[in-house]
């Protein structure tokens, strides 16, 4: 078969084509850090990315959540160490107001502290996380306790849960009665409101009897504190299994998508030298003349 110029020229222009796409390819590489810019660089591979990238995704949102989650928890466990406190200095009234030696007088000034107290146990039990109610169950926009009616208002029983995995949700919220007692019995807020009541009434006998429900009431927010520690472990536990799959699913996304500096950057630079040899060799294959077609 007889090659032509034309067949020469086209052939050429082929190669250079052919060599600048893969150089242009590499650049786009080297600027992007990426090994798949478009679906068409790797089909197989592109799908992978996209499921790698929706796995970080999901797992991102469960870290946040579960974060959350352990914030929400640490509120709370601060809150009842303060309910705690305050139980704990209602305890040493009351033993200081059951003395037989308190006249009337000095009972009923250490009732205007139980007061305070029980108003603070009120505003503990309507504390917020961002905005939020904590101990209303579900309706967390809606306070649980009213200053004036605390020892009969009912609190929602609901649950409020985080997901931390598509099987596992996590359950963040307590029910105010679950921790400061059922509604309408002697809960925290009716224990100190019969203790003001004993005080100012200068009955020894009823300040003696909140001693024993006082003390009931601090272990059943104990029990309360104790089950907000487990919670927020297991939240801590499930942030660290997360990063641990983020680490897994990164890396199986770098082997498919990411780029290897070093080896393209020698890549390109071969691809270079090929370009320069392909113009070189060209530039000395197509000098053509007038003179070399009348011969």
Do not use: C
Request: net charge negative.
């Amino acid at each position: 078969m007889r090659v032509t110029n034309s067949m020469q020229s086209t052939q050429l222009l082929r190669n250079l084509r052919n060599v600048n796409t893969s150089i242009t390819q590499s650049q786009q590489q080297l600027a992007t850090g990426q090994r798949i810019n478009k679906p068409s660089d790797n089909p197989v591979g592109v799908t992978y990315q996209m499921r790698y990238d929706t796995d970080l995704a999901r797992s991102e949102e469960f870290s946040l959540n579960a974060q959350t989650g352990k914030e929400i928890l640490n509120t709370m466990d601060s809150l009842m160490g303060q309910a705690n406190d305050v139980l704990k200095r209602a305890h040493v009234l009351a033993l200081q107001a059951k003395n037989g030696t308190y006249d009337d007088q000095q009972r009923a000034a250490i009732a205007a502290e139980v007061k305070q107290l029980r108003e603070q146990m009120v505003t503990i039990g309507n504390s917020k996380y961002n905005g939020r109610y904590l101990f209303n169950g579900q309706k967390t926009d809606q306070a649980p306790y009213t200053s004036d009616n605390a020892a009969d208002d009912q609190t929602d029983n609901g649950l409020f849960y985080l997901s931390v995995s598509p099987e596992v949700r996590v359950p963040v919220s307590i029910s105010g009665e679950t921790i400061f007692g059922q509604h309408g019995t002697d809960n925290a807020f009716k224990v100190l409101d019969d203790l003001v009541a004993g005080l100012e009434g200068n009955d020894a006998t009823a300040i003696g009897a909140s001693l024993d429900k006082i003390d009931t009431i601090s272990d059943t927010i104990s029990i309360s504190w104790a089950e907000i520690g487990a919670r927020t472990n297991r939240f801590s536990m499930m942030e660290e299994r997360i990063a641990d799959e983020q680490v897994n699913v990164k890396e199986q996304r770098s082997n498919i998508a990411d780029v290897d500096f070093s080896q393209v950057l020698v890549e390109n630079q071969s691809k270079q030298n090929v370009l320069q040899a392909a113009l070189s060799t060209g530039a000395k294959l197509m000098q053509t003349s007038l003179l070399d077609f009348l011969r």
